[in-house]
């Protein structure tokens, strides 16, 4: 009786945050996966091209994480994308994930707020990428995403020439000259949670306990787990 009272008087698990992580197109370290160890909160599926986007995502995920670099053509797939986030749930786009779908005008003016151009488009030249670079990283505002999450000093691969929104919301900044210096935004989309890192490409990011903090602020966020300020 005193174990059922015990038991009743505990308050309820919560259920862990579906994440669908998508992949293909481009390839990775294996050492991207460390960034969600030991993270039991979290349900983490990996469903790379071409199934990523074949099913219904609002039935299993939560929260979509991007790690992909992939133009969605596919109708069906481009339904169950715009379904699952104009029904609020969130999105974290990583790295190489800002060229997704680069000429698909919804996803990079309204869905994403910014675009890696993978070619020329009538005035705008293709944006550019350069590994090994040293960066100093530093937050910006005030913002959950941003809650323990102080100033980086990465070896990371830098992107220059993107278009970012001016209506996206800039959370962290570099100097370094190779790279734009919004390097992590919160995307204008209004009908769920999109956060975007450019952060990312390999070992030494992925390793980087700060960085590794700030993708699992970002996600749970995107979950509506963390208070808006
Ligand atoms: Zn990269």
Redesign the pocket.
């Given at each position: 009786m005193l174990l059922l009272t015990a038991l009743l008087l505990l308050p309820l698990a919560a259920e862990p945050i579906r994440v669908q992580i998508t992949t293909g197109g481009?390839p990775?370290d294996l050492s991207f996966y460390g960034i969600f160890e030991g993270q039991g909160d979290l349900a983490i599926t990996v469903n790379p091209h071409p199934s990523a986007y074949r099913r219904d995502l609002r039935k299993f995920v939560d929260v979509l994480v991007l790690y992909n670099l992939a133009d969605t053509e596919g109708e069906s797939e481009r339904k169950n994308l715009r379904a699952f986030l104009e029904s609020g749930r969130g999105m974290v786009v990583l790295?190489?994930a800002i060229a997704d779908n680069w000429q698909w005008k919804w996803w990079y003016e309204e869905v994403v707020g910014g675009r890696f151009l993978m070619d020329q488009d009538g005035a705008m030249r293709r944006s550019t990428?350069r590994?090994n670079e040293v960066m100093a990283v530093r937050p910006v505002a005030k913002h959950p995403v941003l809650e323990g999450v102080g100033a980086m000093r990465l070896d990371d691969?830098t992107y220059k020439g993107m278009w970012i929104s001016p209506r996206s919301r800039v959370l962290l900044e570099t100097d370094n000259p190779t790279s734009d210096k919004a390097v992590a935004w919160i995307s204008p989309y209004d009908k769920s949670r999109v956060v975007v890192i450019q952060l990312?490409?390999?070992p030494k990011t992925h390793r980087d306990p700060v960085y590794r903090k700030l993708v699992r602020n970002t996600i749970l966020w995107a979950a509506g787990k963390l208070n808006d300020q």
């Open positions: 481009h990775y790295h190489h990428a590994n691969e990312g490409h390999g």
